[in-house]
């Protein structure tokens, strides 16, 4: 028996193929530094969710535009590569979950600092 889903052995796939065209494929100067972090698709294979994380935070929302706009650029390149019956739909997202996992490390440093500083006063 296979280790996990099919969705989530193509949604693997997909992550690595789409990040490739991404970095060597698509010739839009626009688009900065990104990565690619993760891919979710429906269990029918029909629309996957590309998240990408941008390395600027005011350049977020300008290079979504540009990834959805060229989606239909990077989906005919995704079916060259990927031998299926169906191609997914793509949708890219920001990938919120550094960030938020930044905060949480920082929370846990003003925790720390903040408890160390109490216990010296008692």
Same mark, same amino acid.
Do not use: C, H
């Given at each position: 028996? =296979?280790? +996990?889903? /099919? ?5 693997? =796939?997909? /992550? ?10 698509? &010739?839009?100067? /626009? ?13 029918? =294979?029909? =629309?996957?969710?590309? +998240?990408?994380?941008?390395? &600027?935070?005011?350049? &977020?929302?300008?290079?979504? !535009? ?8 990077? /989906? ?22 550094? !960030? +938020? ?8 440093? !003003?925790?720390?600092? *903040?408890?160390? *500083?109490? !216990?010296? &006063?008692?």
């Amino acid at each position: 028996m =296979l280790p +996990y889903k /099919r969705s989530q052995r193509v949604s693997d =796939l997909i /992550r690595e193929e789409i990040a490739d065209i991404i970095m060597n494929k698509l &010739k839009d100067p /626009r688009v900065g530094f990104i990565t690619v972090t993760g891919a979710k698709i429906t269990e029918d =294979l029909k =629309l996957a969710t590309v +998240y990408v994380s941008v390395l &600027k935070p005011d350049e &977020k929302k300008g290079t979504i !535009e540009i990834l959805n706009s060229a989606k239909g650029f990077i /989906r005919a390149e995704l079916s060259k590569r990927v031998r299926m019956k169906f191609i997914p739909s793509l949708t890219f997202r920001v990938d919120e979950s550094i !960030e +938020y996992g930044d905060k949480i490390e920082r929370l846990l440093k !003003e925790i720390k600092s *903040g408890s160390a *500083g109490n !216990e010296e &006063k008692s």
